[in-house]
């Protein structure tokens, strides 16, 4: 297994870009110090490297440059300002650009685009670091293309995640995929940059920036436990339409006639948030008396007035939802979850910014209870991105194993819903047992 770099270029707009200051506002403060954001597009290429570095590699470099001139904040970095910190891009020629790294590997690409459970390591390989400049800024965004020789192509891309959310991450790495097709003209709308749409009257941006602060003189984290770390291994597992139904009618007959939320993502992460909750060593050590689940919602048509669903940046609000453990692990734990997970969202309702100032404070008291968390969405297409190559043969979200208990969503290549989990390599039996009974019990 071997991954070497080949090339690393630096890829500006074109035509150039012209740049500018953005403020940071109240959804995007929170993702500050959390880090990027990390997919890998894995696609059949049947070709050695001299053919793809001849014919692929310069139309991957321009549309990714044309692509880059509507997305331009993605060329800068977040810096410190007066008010905190601010979005900083000069634009495109000279001034900025994201790194591009070409490499090739020698390692297994029909086993690292399967399924199946693999190293965490192994995949980074595929996934481009974000430039560390010394002066308190950081990059945004960076790409790298792994080849295969003769058998296929890794397309890894990093966005940190305080310049953009899924959405706006998706529909970045889609301008440049249809940039790169040989059919013109199906390239997305571009972005909306305009930061005034995302109204902040409380101020919410700074307060939130200052708990960070105060959070941060409290002293750093705790270290972690002397010794190696432990080895992590990713596995993906389909929830099929069939099954989607089958728990969706679970839960409508449980309610009894009553009004449930009821929809495919909550029953998903309800069947994910029971199978983990089984798993010895990552939820049940210490048994506590309440399990946690966390995951984001999309607000951009939930606020008045709507966001037009262009708008680059982060748009989410967390949602919080806890159960009892006995019920989570009862026999009806999945029905227990969905429903406790569907009035979760139905309450977004009654007002979508509701307790906004208290969110980020729960966040951190929520924590320390290892909540379940939930990265992606089946909503976002990301088996759509076709750079002229077709759909993806598998789609990787990398980036979940930052935060234990968090699993990826995203929808299922042919239908349904895949789920992707990491685990500590010697837990991941004990997942798949409970995720393959699960369905059997259907």
């Not at 994201?98 to 190293?119: C, I």
């Not at 020789?149 to 440049?176: E, Q, R, Y």
Request: proline share 9%; aromatic share 8%; hydrophobic share 40%.
């Amino acid at each position: 297994m071997a991954t070497k770099v080949l090339d690393k270029l630096t890829v500006s707009a074109s035509p150039p870009a012209t740049g500018g200051v953005l403020p940071l506002t109240f959804f995007d403060v929170p993702w500050l110090f959390t880090g990027p954001v990390e997919r890998v597009f894995f696609y059949p290429y049947p070709y050695p490297v001299d053919h793809f570095t001849a014919h692929l590699l310069p139309s991957l470099k321009s549309s990714l440059s044309a692509a880059l001139h509507s997305f331009y904040p993605l060329l800068g970095c977040v810096r410190p300002c007066a008010d905190g910190f601010e979005f900083f891009s000069a634009g495109g020629g000279d001034a900025g650009g994201v790194e591009l790294t070409v490499a090739e590997s020698s390692d297994d690409f029909d086993e690292l685009s399967g399924g199946g459970s693999r190293d965490v390591a192994r995949l980074y390989a595929l996934v481009p670091q974000l430039p560390r400049p010394e002066d308190g800024t950081f990059a945004l965004a960076a790409a790298q293309v792994t080849v295969f020789p003769d058998k296929g192509l890794a397309v890894g891309v990093s966005i940190h995640h305080v310049a953009c959310d899924d959405s706006s991450f998706m529909h970045f790495v889609k301008t440049w995929a249809g940039h790169c097709r040989v059919a013109a003209g199906e390239v997305p709308p571009p972005p909306l940059l305009d930061r005034g749409v995302i109204a902040d009257p409380e101020g919410l941006a700074g307060r939130t920036l200052d708990e960070m602060r105060q959070l941060a003189a409290n002293g750093p984290p705790p270290p972690p436990p002397p010794g190696p770390p432990p080895k992590l291994v990713l596995a993906s597992f389909q929830l099929g339409r069939d099954c989607i139904d089958k728990l969706k009618q679970r839960v409508v007959v449980a309610a009894k006639g009553g009004a449930v939320h009821c929809s495919a993502f909550t029953v998903a992460c309800a069947f994910a948030w029971a199978c983990l909750a089984r798993v010895d060593g990552t939820f049940c050590k210490g048994r506590r008396d309440r399990a946690h689940l966390l995951f984001s919602v999309e607000c951009r048509g939930r606020l008045s007035p709507p966001v037009p669903q262009e708008y680059l940046g982060n748009c989410l609000r967390p949602c919080f939802v806890d159960v009892d453990m006995s019920d989570l692990l009862g026999e009806d734990g999945v029905v227990t979850a969905a429903e406790a997970i569907g009035a979760a969202i139905k309450g977004l309702d009654d007002g979508v910014l509701d307790g906004a100032d208290g969110w980020f404070n729960k966040i951190m008291s929520v924590v320390p209870q290892r909540p379940m968390s939930v990265g992606g969405s089946p909503r976002y297409g990301v088996y759509d991105t076709d750079f002229g190559l077709g759909r993806p043969s598998k789609v990787e979200l990398v980036s979940i194993d930052k935060t234990p208990g968090t699993v990826s969503l995203a929808e299922g290549r042919d239908a349904g819903i895949e789920i992707g989990v990491v685990l500590r390599e010697a837990e991941m039996p004990k997942f798949t047992s409970c995720f393959s009974d699960g369905l059997k019990q259907l």
